[in-house]
């Protein structure tokens, strides 16, 4: 069966054209004009991933994000958005997005982002819909791994900075994993990428900038060392100085 791909885009043209260019490509669309269609839709028949523009009328996509995490949907999410701002993109990412496009974007993007989305929800090894949670094969249930001051459990996928627990996305806790397990060693960009997204973006994608932004907001604590560490023209290292 192909991929099930629900598209929520109130610009006619963008969503037709995008709607043709992923049904060529082999993908099964369903395409709505609003948020409330969205839900709608996503209740009635949950998808394989979703791609929702942020700025729409009525309920817009960071909304339709937030109401299916709080519902414990899991589902994969590609924001599309004409906003640029790395807050703007933040704002995707904490209401519970998985990735995003920025527009004008180019179709081969969002295709390669996609795969990206769907191949991570299949190494998992349960439906996108996350009625199961995700669970980390590499991990005995049970057993912690540690770094850099940080306790991470990937088969709970719970993850704890001295007695805190961290409140993390799954790209968040899996981009954090990385880190922890190679705590001490410089990973580069385009390593971090294929691990991560499956995908290097390039030298001019911001997406890895944003997440680690994101992730170090929820690490730091006043008077405590900030643990990931950027090597310039490299890459990210997670160690406490």
């Not at 991929?3 to 610009?11: N, S």
């Not at 961290?166 to 922890?180: G, I, K, S």
């Not at 170090?216 to 560490?229: F, N, T």
Request: glycine letters at 8%; a negative charge.
């Amino acid at each position: 069966m192909p991929p099930t791909v629900l598209l929520a885009e109130d610009d006619r043209a963008i969503r037709n054209a995008l709607e043709r260019a992923l049904t060529l490509e082999g993908y099964q669309v369903t395409a709505v004009a609003d948020g409330v269609e969205a839900l709608a839709q996503a209740h009635r028949t949950p998808p394989d991933v979703l791609v929702l523009d942020v700025m729409m009328p009525g309920i817009d996509g960071l909304q339709v994000c937030r109401v299916l995490r709080a519902e414990g949907d899991r589902t994969p999410i590609l924001m599309l958005t004409a906003l640029v701002e790395t807050q703007d993109r933040i704002a995707g990412l904490d209401a519970g997005a998985d990735d995003y496009v920025v527009k004008p974007f180019d179709v081969e993007e969002v295709f390669a982002r996609l795969r990206a989305l769907l191949r991570r929800a299949a190494d998992a090894g349960a439906p996108a819909p996350a009625d199961v949670p995700k669970q980390a094969a590499a991990e005995p249930s049970g057993r912690l791994i540690e770094g850099a001051g940080l306790r991470m459990d990937p088969q709970a996928r719970r993850a704890w900075r001295g007695a805190r627990e961290l409140e993390l996305t799954r790209t968040e806790f899996e981009l954090l994993e990385l880190l922890v397990r190679n705590a001490g060693i410089v990973l580069d960009h385009g390593t971090i990428y294929d691990r991560i997204w499956g995908y290097d973006f390039g030298p001019g994608s911001k997406n890895l900038a944003v997440y680690v932004g994101y992730l170090r907001r929820k690490l730091d604590e006043p008077g405590a060392p900030q643990l990931i560490h950027t090597v310039r023209g490299v890459g990210y290292v997670l160690r406490e100085d």
